[in-house]
Each structure stands twice: as C-alpha cells, then as structure tokens.
C-alpha cells in the first residue's frame, strides 16, 4: 500500500525567501507524481505534474523534482509571495493510473 | 441575451469527497433546470430535471442518492456529487428552461476531475 508523507506539517517564512516543500513515499511503481495548491474552502489547483519518465518540471517560480529510486519528490518555491500562502499536496498515481495517494499536506504561510 | 452561469468552471477534488456544482440564470427565471454529463467523445447525456422546490427527476442509471440536485429558487441549482470517485470525472453541464416556454440556455460547463 502507498504511502505518502509531507513534511514539514506547516512552515512559516518571510516573503522573498526561496523555500522547499517536501514529499515522500513508499512505493516507487509509479505512474505520475502531482503537485496541487489548495486555499481554504476551494478545490484543488494543479501546479506541476512530473510523468514517470521524467526528473523535473518547471512553472514560472515554482520546480519540482522527482527521484523514483529514492521514494522523493521536492517542490522548490523561488522568491515567495505573500499570495502563496496555502496548503500544498503532492498526489502519486500508482503505475496502473488508479485512485492517487495523496500526502496530509504543507500548509505555508509567507508574511510581508 | 439570457445567461446562464456555472461555478466552479472546473474543480479537482480527492476521491472520496463530495463535489458542489451551482447553476444559475442570470436575467431571467427558471423553473426547470437540467442537468447533463459528457465524458470525453461522447454526447450529453441527460442526468435529471431538476423543479423549483420539488424533488429532481432522474434518468434511468443516474443514482439519485449519489448525485444529489437542489432547486431552492427560480434563479438556482446545485449538484453535488456525493463521495465521487475518479470514474465521476467527466463534464457537467446545467441548462435553464425560460418560465412559459420551451428555451433552454445552457450553462458553459464544469469539468471534474477526481483523482
């Protein structure tokens, strides 16, 4: 059974910081890997989607990196905003494109 | 011209939780509203008739207690979609039926994805 973990649970930083959300987890037989934004009472936002073949998307301030063989995908925010404050949730869709694992979430906070 | 709005246009959501679609008419009332699904290269197909403050009407296959429709005024219906699973994932699309006549307006659609 998949697992995923994110960590930190929360992380508070001062706007203009570069900082790194992480996501672990168990079962490398993967399909994608996605990273979402989500803002209190709202849907989810997709922001990067790294294929199974790939090691890195790009969007604007935001990278994410997906090592397979070490269980490890990282979200790399460059110069934070205030406006980026929400919680962040990586989501891993197993090798069959079945029901996605998602993690408990990194809930950031930029202040001005 | 007669308008009809849907929010959210379109919504990602984790298996499991429930989903809430609204459709509205802007500038003028409806008593009936409907509501149809398209997965992709498919037609429409209709899911219910939705009556101001009565109970909707569903199609044959459409599981009333999954997909849950509320009429509450002339202007406004909501679906929700009850503890949806990524098979739920397709677009929903409402339409409103003008008072005393046979026009339907159709919304633009909301695209689900459950994952």
Request: with cysteine; net charge neutral.
């Amino acid at each position: 059974k998949q697992e995923v973990t994110q960590i930190p649970a929360a992380l508070s930083v001062p706007e203009g910081e570069n900082l790194v959300l992480n996501c672990s987890f168990t079962d490398s037989a993967i399909y994608n890997l996605q990273w979402f934004r989500q803002d209190p009472g709202k849907g989810l936002t997709s922001l990067l989607l790294i294929q199974s073949s790939q090691r890195e998307q790009t969007s604007g301030r935001l990278n994410a990196s997906l090592d397979k063989s070490s269980g490890r995908s990282t979200l790399y925010i460059a110069a934070s905003q205030p406006g980026d404050s929400a919680t962040y949730l990586c989501a891993v869709k197993p090798w069959d494109a079945g029901k996605s694992t998602f993690g408990d979430g990194t809930t950031l906070t930029v202040k001005p | 011209g007669a308008v009809v709005s849907q929010h959210p246009s379109r919504v990602i959501c984790k298996s499991g939780t429930s989903v809430k679609i609204e459709c509205r008419s802007l500038d003028f009332q409806a008593t009936t509203m409907f509501w149809y699904r398209q997965f992709p290269k498919q037609s429409l197909m209709l899911m219910a008739t939705s009556n101001e403050g009565s109970k909707a009407t569903y199609e044959q296959g459409v599981e009333k207690d999954k997909f849950l429709i509320n009429h509450a005024s002339l202007t406004l219906s909501t679906l929700t979609v009850t503890s949806a699973h990524p098979e739920d994932s397709s677009f929903y699309i409402c339409s409103a039926r003008v008072v005393g006549t046979e026009t339907q307006y159709f919304g633009p659609g909301t695209r689900l994805l459950v994952l």
